[in-house]
């Protein structure tokens, strides 16, 4: 996620905010900037790609000498990695910094575009401060065309803004995005969280959704957009700075599993249209005549961006009638004599964009004249700058070595490809409408899932963490979440996991079962049910220990089991999987783990 700092008072701005930037490198950027005001009211601009360190290295070329100013890194979402897109961006009269996606912006741009502006860069932040400028007329103060600007916003925001028209005055907002504002002596210092705060001071305002702050060095009066007047009370801070970067989580990966729910929400902003029933992704660069013609799709991963292919390959076979799909591991498919049919695509996915296995099957696959497309989130990365199109999963920063909501996004920007294909393959719009419409409600029901069962995955985790070996079974969509449950456990527990398709226990794995072993089953309440209830009563006939992980409310026997309620049926298996990465998450814990650095593991494997 961006990360932002601003800073109003009697200290060298530059100074501030350079530091306050450095405290939120841990989120992940891939570029950084400052604007400050001096005290002839001229403004300057720093911006650089690259850590940091860049940053400073152009500061000390040409200090600013500033109390006023604003800093951001950025984790870029819209436009590539490049100065020009990097942020603060400036506008006319307005200076700013964003973190979020505004959905509406290319409507907005062309609106201002007839009005005369003209823009630099490819983000969707040079519009938002576009408006904010066209609204801030003679007479109009910066609070008023904040505000009056927001309220035409559809998307997530935390900004900060400041003009040379109102020395001393910074404007803050937030939708989704959080901006803390702290309060000094003499001085105001702003954050996207509150690690950038300390040390200045720990008594802070907590912006919600919605509102909008005046800043200046004696403090912060906040509004709602309405311009009603708020009474907000300062909180303390608690807690040191490496408790707060992990959002008071013990470790990013609880973190990361927590805010799958929120990242979902940029996964599916403005890719999904519930009351149409229908998806779109922007970023195939496939005509329409080449989506028609694709009648076969690889898809291309290792490790946890392979299970959620595999996912994503069932998801593809049910809504697009007349393809085939096949789903590789890089690292074998790279070597094989591999041929791929006319209109074949390949969708290359990978959190980080930089996995060798991976990007040399892009290679390979390329050399071959087929159209590859990335499932990445980091953008700019290698494979999302090698790829003919592709999409950004725009799962934030994920620190964490054990991926999790990247899995998510990665499934769910996959079945997004799928949804759109569907239309031009006579697929059932029907069943994209289901699809659609369980999309639109999974953020909140991943949410409502980890919240009711989190006690019970960390007491179950307690009951099993001493156990040394594990079976993962599942059959149909729940037999590649059980490979990725068997990984993320054997990843950051270090006990031996398998994942396994439940119906070939009897072709072997059955024989492993004894009371060494504990066994996890996903069972879905679909037309399987009962086979695959049947592989856990030969488990069960065999004195194995049972935990069951269901949406079915139906009876069934295990030494434990944890039930899902929800509405959603064809996306179960994510649920069921978030359930998973709690279980590892917390039995990794028990065991004493480092559970964000996992012995012999790297968040991206970039050699073979
Ligand atoms: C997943 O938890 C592991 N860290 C690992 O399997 C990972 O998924 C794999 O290395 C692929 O990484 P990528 O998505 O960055 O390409």
Redesign the pocket.
């Known amino acids: 996620m961006c990360g932002i700092v601003g800073y109003v008072g009697k200290k060298t701005a530059q100074d501030v905010l350079v530091g306050g930037l450095r405290r939120l490198e841990y989120r992940g950027y891939d570029s950084a900037g400052i604007a400050t005001l001096d005290d002839n009211n001229e403004a300057h601009i720093a911006r650089s790609v690259g850590k940091i360190a860049e940053l400073a290295n152009v500061l000390d070329g040409a200090p600013q000498t500033g109390h006023l100013g604003i800093g951001h890194t950025r984790w870029a979402t819209h436009g590539g990695v490049t100065e020009t897109n990097a942020h603060p961006h400036h506008v006319k009269n307005i200076y700013m910094v964003h973190n979020g996606i505004i959905e509406n912006y290319k409507e907005l741009k062309a609106e201002l575009s007839d009005k005369g502006y003209e823009f630099a860069s490819d983000t969707d932040t040079e519009v938002l401060a576009a408006l904010i400028d066209s609204n801030y007329t003679d007479g109009v103060t910066l609070k008023d065309a904040v505000a009056k600007a927001l309220k035409r916003v559809r998307g997530t925001y935390g900004i900060a803004v400041f003009s040379p028209k109102e020395p001393g005055t910074l404007i803050v907002a937030r939708l989704g995005s959080p901006l803390i504002i702290g309060l000094g002596q003499g001085e105001t210092i702003i954050a996207s969280d509150a690690s950038a705060l300390l040390g200045y001071t720990r008594e802070a305002i907590y912006l919600n959704d919605g509102e909008l702050a005046v800043c200046n060095k004696d403090g912060a009066e906040v509004f709602t957009l309405g311009l009603k007047h708020l009474d907000s009370k300062p909180e303390t801070i608690e807690g040191d700075l490496a408790q707060i970067q992990k959002g008071g989580y013990d470790y990013f990966l609880l973190k990361e599993i927590m805010e799958q729910a929120t990242t979902l929400h940029n996964t599916l902003s403005g890719r999904i249209d519930p009351k149409a029933g229908k998806m779109h992704l922007g970023g195939p660069n496939l005509t329409e005549k080449e989506m028609r013609d694709i009648r076969h799709v690889v898809i291309v991963?290792?490790?946890?961006?392979y299970y959620a292919g595999l996912l994503a390959s069932y998801y593809m076979e049910q809504l697009v009638p007349d393809l085939t799909t096949e789903v590789v591991i890089a690292s074998e498919y790279r070597y094989r004599s591999f041929h791929l049919p006319k209109n074949s695509v390949a969708l290359i996915?990978?959190?980080?964009?930089?996995?060798a296995d991976?990007l040399a099957c892009l290679r390979e696959i390329k050399k071959r004249g087929v159209k590859t497309l990335g499932i990445v989130n980091v953008v700019g990365s290698t494979i999302a700058r090698e790829v003919d199109g592709g999409t950004y999963v725009h799962a934030g920063p994920e620190i964490s070595?054990?991926?999790t909501k990247?899995f998510t996004a990665q499934v769910v920007a996959m079945l997004m490809f799928a949804g759109m294909l569907s239309e031009y393959h006579g697929g059932d719009p029907k069943l994209v409408a289901e699809f659609t419409r369980e999309l639109s409600i999974l953020p909140e029901e991943i949410e409502k899932n980890l919240e009711t069962h989190r006690a019970t995955m960390e007491a179950l985790a307690k009951k099993y963490s001493k156990y040394d070996h594990a079976l993962y079974l599942g059959r149909d969509t729940a037999f590649p979440i059980s490979l990725e449950g068997a990984?993320?456990l054997k990843?950051i527990s270090y006990i031996h996991s398998e994942g396994y398709a439940s119906g070939e226990l009897k072709h072997g794995p059955i024989a492993l079962v004894d009371d060494r072993f504990f066994e996890v089953f996903n069972i879905l309440d679909n037309w399987l049910f009962d086979k695959s209830c049947g592989g856990l009563h030969e488990v069960r006939a065999r004195g194995g220990k049972t935990i069951v992980l269901t949406d079915s409310k139906a009876d069934i026997e295990a030494d434990d089991i944890v039930r899902i309620e929800s509405p959603i049926k064809h996306l179960a298996p994510i649920l069921l999987n978030t359930l998973q990465q709690l279980f590892a998450y917390y039995i990794a814990v028990d065991r004493g783990n480092d559970v964000d650095q996992p012995r012999n593991?790297a968040?991206?494997?970039t050699v073979e």
């Open positions: 991963g290792c490790g946890t961006a996915v990978s959190q980080s964009g930089e996995t991976t070595v054990a991926s990247a990984l993320k990843e593991l968040k991206s494997v």
